[in-house]
C-alpha cells in the first residue's frame, strides 16, 4: 500500500464547545496528518485548546455542520482532505486506512461505516433515521452505503470542485448525490463509534435528529 505522508492529509474537525472530547482527539491525529478545528461559535475555549493542542483552528462564523465543513475543506492545503467529528465518538486513527485507499486508486471518495463499541453509542432513534437515509441516498445514486457518517475522506482539489452547496446537517448527504453525479467510485470503510462525550447536536437528542432527516430530506428532493 502507498504510505500515507506528512504533505497528504487535513483533517477537518467541526467544532461547537467540544472542549472536553478535542485532547483525546488531538492526541490521536495520525503522524503526518494535520488536524483543522473549525470553531463554529464555541463559547467554551474550544478554540484555544485546539491550539493548545498543535491544531490549525479557522473560525466559521455562519452556524451550521455544512458551514464549518466547507470552511475546513477551503482552509486546507493537503492532497487529501478528511473530515471527522471532535467529540470523541470516532479515533481518527481510522483515517489512515481510508487515505490510503484514495491513495491506492480504489475509490474517489471513502465513507466512514459507524460500528458502534456499545448500545448507549449509538441512539436507537439515531440509528433508524440514519438507515432509512442511507437507503434513500443509495436508491437515488446507487452508491453502495449503509452509512451516511460524519468521516468521509476524498482528494482535496477534486472535492472542492463538486460545488456542494448545503452549509447545514444535509451535507453529508449532498456530498454522496454530488460525488456520484460526477462518477466518483464510492466505498464505505469501518470505523469503531465511541460514546461521545457530553451530548450531540444532531444525533444526541430527538429534536437534532429530526432536523438532519429535515435537511438531508431537502437534500435528496433537489
Not at 432513534?125 to 460524519?150: I, K
Not at 482539489?157 to 454522496?176: N, Q
Not at 470503510?189 to 435528529?209: C, E, F, I, Q
Request: charged share 25%; hydrophobic share 45%.
Amino acid at each position: 500500500m502507498s504510505p500515507v505522508t506528512d504533505a497528504e492529509v487535513d483533517i477537518v474537525l467541526p467544532c461547537l464547545n467540544e472542549a472536553a472530547a478535542l485532547p483525546w482527539v488531538l492526541d490521536r491525529i495520525p503522524a503526518g496528518m494535520r488536524a483543522i478545528v473549525v470553531d463554529n461559535g464555541s463559547s467554551d475555549g474550544s478554540a484555544e485548546v485546539a491550539r493548545a493542542g498543535g491544531a490549525l483552528v479557522v473560525e466559521c462564523r455562519q452556524r451550521g455542520y455544512g458551514a464549518a465543513c466547507h470552511a475546513g475543506a477551503q482552509a486546507a492545503t493537503a492532497e487529501l482532505v478528511a473530515f471527522c467529528d471532535c467529540d470523541a465518538t470516532i479515533d481518527p486513527g481510522a483515517i489512515a486506512a481510508m487515505a490510503r485507499m484514495i491513495l491506492d486508486g480504489q475509490a474517489e471518495l471513502v465513507v466512514g461505516r459507524r460500528r458502534p463499541a456499545t448500545l448507549r453509542a449509538w441512539p436507537v432513534h439515531a440509528r433508524l433515521a440514519n438507515r432509512e437515509l442511507a437507503r434513500r441516498v443509495r436508491r437515488r445514486t446507487g452508491a453502495r452505503l449503509s452509512d451516511l457518517g460524519p468521516v468521509r475522506v476524498a482528494r482535496r482539489e477534486p472535492y472542492l470542485a463538486l460545488g456542494i452547496s448545503d452549509r447545514r446537517a444535509g451535507y453529508p448527504a449532498e456530498t454522496v448525490v454530488r460525488a456520484a453525479d460526477a462518477g466518483w467510485r464510492i466505498v464505505q470503510s469501518d470505523v469503531v463509534y465511541l460514546p461521545r462525550a457530553g451530548r450531540s447536536k444532531v444525533t444526541g437528542t430527538v429534536r437534532g435528529t429530526v432536523r438532519a432527516i429535515r435537511d438531508m430530506s431537502a437534500v435528496l428532493s433537489r
